[in-house]
């Protein structure tokens, strides 16, 4: 089923009962709704009955489609949605998406607070200065928010610093037309196998809270774990858990891969576009990186490093074609790349090549890229992007 973002993209006279075929020309990412649904189900199951979960589906759910994953996430079982930045909130509004919807980047200037109050987002407060332009905008508009404060336990990026945790809830609960919804943390090194600096951003945070309770603050609801410490630790769940690659079916880390089992949502996929033989000793593709020291079956495919494919994998790359890894050789150029399909001598024009996903019992994952990559399936995930028209099954 192809959703009305993907129709809208596409001219009005070329909607016929072929879309599908249209879509899936050149490259695309298939979307598996019903894994998303089996993540947030697992995940939910993980947790104690008390806990929300709350699904993270910024820059663009992680280069899945914001609006298919929010729908999806929130149908199974999410009863929140976290984004990055205040655009990525509107959208989903736009989209008539109505669930509680935090934003988790800090805001600055009056006409962002408009907007917000506007569109009925959640922003996260960091500062007493924020605070006072929340609050002044919100009187002239005579319209009172809900906000999240974020305190820095550790990671040394948003949030008021731990110690200073009273000072600034004091200052939020004594300002009009606010109402403090959550205070919560965000940890640094959640992935790691070592849980040192876990514990002890978590014992500042239990620090921070029981000095507010001890000023007979009890704030609504507290929240502190990603992907990484939900699946790590019972003890880190709180009211909430925000949720962002788990969701899409990858682990936050190896170990973490016994906790709840989850199946990767995202494929990527394209089609080859022309096929040729090549003798020894010809060069291939940009700086001729590659040189053929046998005669080669070559084939073009129609996806580059301006939709995702990191042009650092030039000649490191596999893909799979019927079942079978086949190398890709010389630079990833901006919008197409070249294999060497000798193993496969009667390969066609339009095959599907898969890029990230399943073909029979062999699998690629962002995992794997990342591996080749020294990075992370975060990047790996979001790199995908909007050229590439998304595919739900
Ligand atoms: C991105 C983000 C998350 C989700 O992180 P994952 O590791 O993808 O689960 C949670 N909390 C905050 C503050 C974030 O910025």
Known sequence: MLSSETLRSIPEGRQNNRLSEIIRHRAWVEIDRDAIAYNVKNIKNFLSPQTELMAVVKADAYGHGAI???QAALQAGASWLATATL??????????ISAPILL???????????????????PTL????????????????????PVHLKLDTGMSRLGMHWEQALEFVQLVKQLPYLKIASIYSHFATADEPDPTTTKLQHQRFQ?????LKSHGIVPPRLHLSNSAATLSDRALHYDLVRVGLALYGLYPAFHLKSTVDLKPVLQVKARITQVKTIPPGTGVSYGHQYISDREIRLAVVG????DGVPRNLSNRLQVLIRGQLIPQIGAITMDQLMLDVSSIPDIQVGEVVTLIGRDSDKEISADDWANELGTISWEILCGFKHRLPRVSE
């Open 68 to 70: 298919r994953v929010a």
């Open 126 to 145: 960091c500062n007493p200065q924020q605070s006072l332009i929340f609050s002044e905008t919100l009187s002239e508009l005579d319209r009172t928010l």
């Open 207 to 211: 620090e921070a809270i029981a000095q």
């Open 104 to 122: 988790l980047g800090a805001i600055n200037t009056q006409e962002e607070v408009a907007a917000i109050a506007h569109w009925k987002l959640q």
């Open 87 to 96: 655009g990525e909130g509107i959208e989903l509004r736009e989209a008539g």
């Open 303 to 306: 996806i580059g490093y301006a």
